[in-house]
């Protein structure tokens, strides 16, 4: 025969269980902590390791991209300095150009008989007058032109003409001096600055 056993507490229901209870509450607490710990530690240390991965692979690009950074730096310095000259170029072309024009203004308003046989430009040192020891500065703005004539009247009409063009701001006739083929005459200028 089969006896059906029955378990009965006959505590009062407050004291029933209750230190079970308790420890079983603690117990599971203190697993469930565990067990977040663990999967924290866990979580941590793959991202710690993912990190380290993608450390490593950065630091391998900077290595790669080291020549590629250095030539870039370089090309850089290169276009600087190729600007550089180009603007050097740009002004020395529009300086030949202005200095074309006046050129050819020059040749438009000689009078006939007139001939220019030199012009120097730029800073040098040139005796003032045969008179004068001193020597005066020639500035990089300034332009000497020497010719010859036949009749002085030309020089005048040159002159007159020369300070209508819009290049000089200063006109000084320096020298006229009589040759065997005629005079020889120096007429000196600054060029106006271009603004």
Excluded at 146 to 174: C, H, M, N, R, W
Aim: hydrophobic share 40%.
């Amino acid at each position: 025969m089969n006896f059906h056993s029955y378990k009965t507490n006959f505590l009062p229901p407050e004291l029933q269980c209750t230190g079970l209870h308790k420890i079983y509450c603690l117990i599971a607490g203190a697993a469930l902590l565990a067990v977040i710990f663990l999967c924290s530690c866990w979580i941590f240390a793959g991202k710690c390791t993912n990190l380290k991965k993608e450390l490593a692979a950065a630091r391998k690009d900077i290595q790669d991209l080291a020549p590629a950074y250095r030539s870039v730096k370089d090309m850089q310095k290169e276009y600087t300095e190729a600007e550089e000259l180009y603007r050097e170029y740009t002004a020395i072309v529009s300086q030949k150009q202005e200095l074309s024009e006046m050129l050819l203004d020059l040749n438009r308003i000689a009078p006939g008989g007139l001939w220019l046989v030199e012009l120097e430009m730029g800073s040098r040192q040139q005796k003032a007058d045969s008179e004068a020891d001193s020597a005066k500065e020639i500035s990089d703005k300034d332009i000497i032109m020497k010719g010859s004539t036949d009749d002085l009247s030309a020089v005048g009409i040159f002159l007159t003409e020369l300070g209508k063009l819009p290049y000089f701001q200063e006109l000084a006739l320096d020298n006229v001096t009589l040759t065997s083929d005629g005079m020889s005459f120096q007429v000196s200028a600054s060029i106006k600055e271009v603004e």
